[in-house]
């Protein structure tokens, strides 16, 4: 199969290369900046994995077909991502794997019934143009056909789920039978799922606390369960994402997440507290706490650590026009 990858990140590049070693051909769409500095070449770095070099074609614009086109950017940076792609080309599947809740919508408005909803847990971190350190040992997509969405905003995201000649049950399940395919032979786990809502949220009640609590620190998780004030907001927020998943009609088990809190390394960080200690603007924290605090007005669900721990991230990244050079003691992986 033919893979495309508009966003050569760390989940970019990491998906890039397993793809590459499993024969599959593969080529990154890249902003021109970074196509400059790239040598054809895809150096995966991990102790876990092991390195590895895998050679991947790169090109600024894409109007080639291709059979998926794989959407790795972060939410900002997707409207001018998908400016680079052309807009006759028709891939067989679009899957993006971009944290939040609100990017589907946008994508089906491009590509229709094609796109599946995405989620992906992995700590990898760009270092350099087609550089990657993989530091997790895991890597694990969920993937879920957009028929019966209700991911979106309101009732017509439900309505239209799956409108149009390829949008039926069936050829969705097969696509997406397809894909897991070829990501188990790539080395990489892949869970469908029968409800896109489940896909984006059983992640975001994860990442969303961490993110925010780790941001709030200016350090990893580690620094975060030194100050048992952030410590207890970290759980707190973690259960208030869990009721708003439950009021958008995804229930988590909270007690499994909080476990999940408690056991993970505490050099366990996310990208972005990297990107907000290193002034990249802008970054996704709206993307990701707007649509839930959205959703928890309008279910009228509370969520004070929520937003507490939202002010204190926006508070760390608004001074940062021209940063200082961070001291945090653990720069790299990011959290899924």
């Known amino acids: 199969m033919r893979h495309a990858i508009l966003g050569a990140g760390g989940v970019g590049l990491a998906l890039g290369a397993a793809l590459a070693r499993a024969g599959h051909e593969v080529v990154l769409v890249m ?17 876990l994995h092991g390195d590895l070099a895998v ?3 790169a090109v600024e614009r894409l109007d080639e077909p291709v059979d998926v086109l794989w959407v790795t950017v972060k939410a900002p940076a997707l409207d001018a ?8 080309l028709t891939p067989d599947s679009v899957v ?39 530091n997790s040992l895991y890597a ?35 696509r997406l039978g397809g894909l897991a395919e070829v990501l188990a032979d790539a080395g990489l786990g892949c869970t469908p799922e029968r409800d896109p809502a489940s896909v984006l949220w059983r992640k975001l009640v994860l990442l969303l606390p961490l993110a925010l609590a780790t941001t709030a620190a200016d ?3 580690g620094i975060v369960r030194r100050r048992p004030e952030l410590s207890a907001l970290l759980r707190d927020a973690a259960r208030e994402a869990c009721a708003v998943a439950a009021a958008d009609t995804v229930v988590v088990d909270d007690r499994n997440l909080l476990h999940t809190l408690d056991t993970l390394p505490g050099r366990t960080d996310t990208s972005l507290h990297r990107d907000v200690a290193a002034g990249v603007r802008p970054t996704e ?18 969520v004070p650590a929520l937003t507490e721990l939202a002010r204190r991230a926006a508070e760390r990244e608004r001074p940062a026009e021209v940063p200082a050079p961070h001291r945090s003691t653990y720069r790299k992986g990011e959290t899924p």
């Open 96 to 134: 993006p794997l971009l944290n939040g809740l609100d990017h589907p919508r946008s994508l089906r408005t491009r590509f229709g019934p094609r796109q599946l909803v995405g989620a992906i847990l992995i700590e990898a971190e760009r270092t350099a143009p087609g550089r990657v350190t993989w």
């Open 31 to 47: 902003r021109e900046s970074s196509r400059a500095r790239y040598h054809g070449v895809i150096d995966v770095h991990s102790k």
């Open 285 to 302: 924290l709206a993307a990701l706490t707007e649509p839930v605090l959205r959703r928890a007005r309008d279910h009228h669900v509370a």
């Open 219 to 221: 350090g990893p998780l």
């Open 55 to 57: 050679e991947a074609r």
């Open 81 to 88: 991502a998908l400016a680079r792609v052309a807009p006759r």
């Open 140 to 174: 694990e997509v969920s993937l879920a056909t957009t028929d019966g969405d209700h991911a979106g905003d309101g009732p017509e995201d439900r309505d239209h789920a799956g409108d149009g000649p390829e949008g039926g049950v069936g050829t969705g399940g097969r």
